[in-house]
């Protein structure tokens, strides 16, 4: 039922006088089924905003947001069977999958837990049955059904967060740093599982991180936000080939080697100006070495490029920055 040549997920714009904090501005982008996007920035630049907009956690206040050809801006505002069918479809993972794990429960009923809900007719043999499947795709063992989270590793928790996400069938996962808490050898196990089972399920990733080396691993395409705002947004090839944007250039410069992947750094130098207020015109320009009046002074927009990026900077659109 998707029609894979066209972009599905059209459009996300939001604006939030309220939530100032978490405001997020003029954010455009479409995902294509089996695609992994991925947000990066420093911490918030916004990326978790949006990730909780595209699944109704917050509400749109301007623009819009099509799944599937379906207009669904008021997600967060629906209720009843047809909005829990729709949200069945979208799956979020987050950073400390021990926050979103019941202690009290068992694994096999946190795994469970969506199929009762959304499955009533299913016997309870047949939701072990599957409880079990679902606990081997994500590389453990059906009888750690039995078990309480508290009795795995970083790691484990997340692999059973994983196959709770995944017992819905869900076509769309949004991924909210979901290693960032882990030590480096684990999260490339769970990055290298989370892209297995997109392989094997078709399923399509936004993918949310602060770090470039693990995004460089996972994704497609990568939207580098600053300030609420998608400075450059491209094939993760050629933004790592040949980044255009001065900050995506700042951000590429600061990757690390592997062995500093998942250790939250100071990428940049320059203060992350205050959100609530951000600086006149381009966001980023008292950090831009670049900037001149005009930068000041208006807002850029994202203008698509012949290398298949979309750039917002003055800069760029008038050539004076490769
Ligand atoms: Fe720098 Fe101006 Fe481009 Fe902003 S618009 S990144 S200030 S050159
Ligand atoms: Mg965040």
Not at 1 to 27: M, T
Not at 80 to 106: T, V
Not at 139 to 157: I, K, V
Request: aromatic share 6%; charged share 25%.
């Amino acid at each position: 039922h998707f029609d894979v040549s066209k972009p599905w997920l059209n459009r996300v714009i939001e604006r939030s006088e309220k939530l100032s904090l978490k405001a997020v501005d003029g954010v455009s982008f479409s995902i294509r089924r089996g695609e992994t996007v991925a947000l990066v920035g420093e911490s918030g630049c916004g990326k978790s905003t949006v990730a909780r907009l595209v699944v109704g956690l917050y509400g749109l206040t301007r623009g819009s947001l099509v799944f599937d050809g379906e207009d669904i801006s008021d997600l967060a505002q629906r209720t009843g069977r047809q909005a829990a069918s729709l949200r069945k479809r979208f799956q979020m993972i987050f950073q400390d999958p021990y926050a979103s794990l019941n202690p009290l429960w068992r694994v096999g009923t946190i795994i469970g837990e969506p199929l009762r809900f959304f499955r009533p007719e299913m016997s309870s043999a047949d939701r072990r049955r599957r409880v079990g499947e679902l606990l081997e795709q994500v590389g453990m063992s059906p009888m750690d059904a039995l078990r309480y989270p508290h009795e795995f590793s970083g790691g484990q928790r997340q692999r059973i967060s994983i196959a709770r996400a995944l017992s819905n069938e869900p076509e769309f996962m949004i991924c909210d740093e979901p290693t960032s808490a882990l030590d480096v050898s684990v999260q490339a196990q769970i990055l290298n599982l989370m892209r297995d089972l997109q392989d094997e399920y078709g399923l399509t990733y936004l993918f949310i991180s602060h770090d470039m080396a693990v995004v460089k691993h996972m994704s497609d395409r990568i939207a580098v936000m600053y300030l609420g705002r998608i400075a450059e947004i491209a094939p993760s090839d050629q933004l790592f080939g040949n980044p255009h944007h001065p900050y995506s250039k700042m951000l590429l410069a600061a990757v690390p080697s592997l062995e500093g992947v998942g250790k939250e750094r100071t990428m940049i130098q320059g203060e992350v100006p205050n959100p609530v207020h951000p600086p006149s015109g381009c966001a980023f320009h008292p950090r831009c070495p670049h900037a001149n009046a005009r930068c000041k002074a208006e807002v850029p927009l994202l203008i698509a490029r012949d290398d298949g990026s979309e750039v917002a900077c003055h800069g760029v659109e008038e050539g004076r920055i490769e």
